[in-house]
């Protein structure tokens, strides 16, 4: 489950964990009112406008109704907050990260200006913490070159990244958080509150069940604070039955509707682009039979796990799931039935064929397992127009001929 | 057909037990009273395998399926000397039942339990590193040696015994890859369910090295999906172990990048944890790689044939 960066950082706080503090708002009173305290707390006039989608590329993003108008903006003044937030909010913002269509925004962080000056230099670094899955380890990655795309900095300088293993039944020990704020170059109070900072930053990752947890820039002030600027959180979604105060803190509205609609029926989904449709028993045979429908020509429409119980109700779901998107030219259902029985299976599908009525694109049933012959019986004498396949290479077939017929 | 092809008839004359499970296993059911475990239980009783018992907290004394409940894990195996232990433990507690099983001394531990969070697993595969154990799963249907032993959540029926070992991160298409090597003619010896979490106890890798060592069989399908490097490590293996053949599938090739399907371990996080990517390094360890999940068990049959000729 991915968090906004104001929730990130209210997360982070927690854990003594410093950050660029601010207030999230979502009307122009509001960041008005917001800017004032920012103010007051401060003691100076600037303050920066940062747009809360769920994708990054947000200062480098342009909002598509006002396109003079990036999603992150330095402000002076009321009037500047006024005019920002009337630019931003209810407006789309397109980044790099959300492709052409970009997000609507409806929260704005109206947050504290650290860039000020002070006795010592202004540094960004980059910090993260992931899941190393071949060395069943967390790794922390950080490098001196903060604020860019991390990505570019991977490939262009390999040697500026650095990784810490931290040991999987320990946390963080004082020699790797040393060892991280010295990489870092750091010495005096600023070095002193680096190894505060990455000790808690692990600390706040395993405690929140976090699946990455990424602060870029990771700041040095002026004054030797060390902070988050920004945050990008992502919480192991396994781990929510023990966070339930995190996962009240979901945005369904930065999630495709459709994929919310399935989660509400336990259906696993995932839109994609392609023409025929799919509904699949297992995860990994889901995206066997995609790879399937593109060999015989078709393009995946979707990837859609129905479960172990593969009856009537999930079935129904699922056709409705799929017949939402207009691409659909045909649906294969892709049924191996183990412990759930075939002639069940076909049941439920024609159960729910028969309750959605006026179905007018090819349905491809194939049924493996047990009592799969009786299913393909149950199927042929429905009346119905379904296609009925048993091996998976007569249903390939069947997908080939109907993207053909399109 | 007759499907003996390995050449390795010289080995095969010392007995070694078949892979993991057997119809000698003393297996215990961990989560023995739930719904799962009862229905799992049941199902793997009637297909022949040696259910000594289960665990289930606070419910020890009583008997379940006309076998004894224990409280703990150790008080089972102390019972039972049972050797070979199945979850079904909901995912907030798995990860413990996991430690516990390994803590008992259970040799084979197969956990059934989606759903468990990742940093529990990061340090209960600590915890039992350098123990005397094998974790097979999380998230997987389990292992069965056709014929002798199902423990797991597998059907039975799809496994005709023969002499063709399967390694697999997925269910269903574990089944189905079984029932097309069956239908192609030829049977399985023993399917290994490793499961499709981020971080589980037994690698693609390991899977395969236990079927290329078992004289029980003949033949190994190893079937992928998107995200880690478990298949290109079982490749840069296989490349100088390859003693059978090996038919290879990756799930997801046409899985875009990021998006985690089903599986929690089931994402694209760069260039080498592809389809495409994987299978590029299989074929070029010598893997019969397939494109299509359709062919999977036809290959099988045409590579053993092959072979078989040559080898006449």
Known sequence: MNLHEYQAKELLKRYNVPTQEGIAVDNIDGALNAYKQISVDTGSKFAVVKAQIHAGGRGKGRMKEV?????????????????????????????????????????ILIAQDMYYDGPSERKEFYISILLDRAKKQNVIMYSTEGGMDIEEVAHNTPEKIYREWVHPNMPLQPFQARKIAFN?????????NMVKFVTNLYNAYVGLDCSMLEINPLFKSADDKILAVDCKMNLDDNALMRHHDLADMRDKSEEDPTEVEAGEFNLNYVKLDGNVGCMVNGAGLAMATMDMIKLAGGEPANFLDVGGTANAQTVEAGFRIILKDPNVKAILINIF???????????????????????????????????AEQAKELIVNSGLKVQSAILLSEAAALVQKAVSAN | MEAHVSGYSDQSTY?????????????????????????????????????????????????????????????????????????????AFAAD??????????????????????????????????????????????????????????????????????????????????????????????????????????????????????????????????????????????????????????????????????????????????????????????????????????TMAQVLNKEAVAAN
Not at chain 1, 348 to 363: D, F, R, S
Not at chain 2, 28 to 48: N, R
Not at chain 2, 129 to 140: A, E, F, T, Y
Not at chain 2, 277 to 297: F, L, Q, T, Y
């Open chain 2, 15 to 91: 007995y070694i037990m078949a892979v993991l499970v057997n119809k000698n296993s003393k297996v215990i059911v961990q989560g023995f009273t739930g719904t799962e475990g009862t229905f799992h239980a049941s199902q793997m009783i009637e297909y022949g395998t040696n259910v000594v018992g289960g665990v289930t907290p606070a419910k020890g004394g009583t008997k379940h399926l006309d076998r004894p409940v224990f409280n703990t894990v150790q008080d089972a195996v102390t019972a039972t000397g049972a050797d070979v232990s199945i979850i079904f433990v909901p995912p």
């Open chain 1, 67 to 107: 396109p003079d108008q990036s999603g992150v903006s330095v402000v002076k003044s009321a009037d500047d907050v006024e005019r920002v937030a009337k630019n931003i909010l209810g407006n789309t913002l397109v980044t790099i990260q959300t492709g052409e269509a970009g997000k609507k925004v409806s929260k």
């Open chain 1, 337 to 371: 039935g183990g412990i759930v029985r075939c002639d069940r299976v076909a049941a439920g599908v024609i159960e729910a064929y028969n309750k959605l009525g006026n179905i007018n694109i090819p349905i491809i049933v194939r049924l493996q397992g047990t009592n």
């Open chain 2, 97 to 298: 039942a996991i430690m516990e099983a390994a803590d008992a001394g259970v040799k084979v531990i197969i956990c059934i339990t989606e759903g468990i969070p990742v940093q529990d697993m990061v340090k209960a595969r600590d915890y039992i590193k350098g123990r005397d154990c094998r974790l097979i799963g999380p998230n997987c249907p389990g292992v069965i040696t056709a014929g002798e032993a199902k423990v797991g959540i597998m059907p039975g029926f799809v496994f005709t015994p023969g002499r063709i070992g399967v390694v697999s991160k997925s269910g269903t298409l574990t089944y189905e890859a079984a029932d097309q090597v069956v239908k192609a003619g030829l049977g399985i010896s023993t399917a290994i369910g490793i499961g499709g979490d981020p971080i589980i106890g037994t690698t693609t890798k390991e899977a395969v090295e236990l079927l290329m060592n078992d004289p029980e069989t003949d033949g190994i399908i190893m079937i992928g999906e998107i995200g880690g490097n478990m298949e290109a490590e079982a490749a840069n293996w296989l490349k100088s172990n390859m003693r059978k053949p090996v038919v290879g599938f990756i799930a997801g090739q046409t899985a875009p990048p990021g998006r985690r399907m089903g599986h929690a371990g089931a994402i694209i996080g760069g260039a080498d944890d592809t389809a495409a990517a994987k299978m590029k390094i299989m074929r070029e360890c010598g893997i019969h790689v397939v494109d299509s999940p359709a062919n999977i068990g036809i």
């Open chain 1, 184 to 192: 870092f170059g750091l010495s005096g109070d600023a070095f002193k």
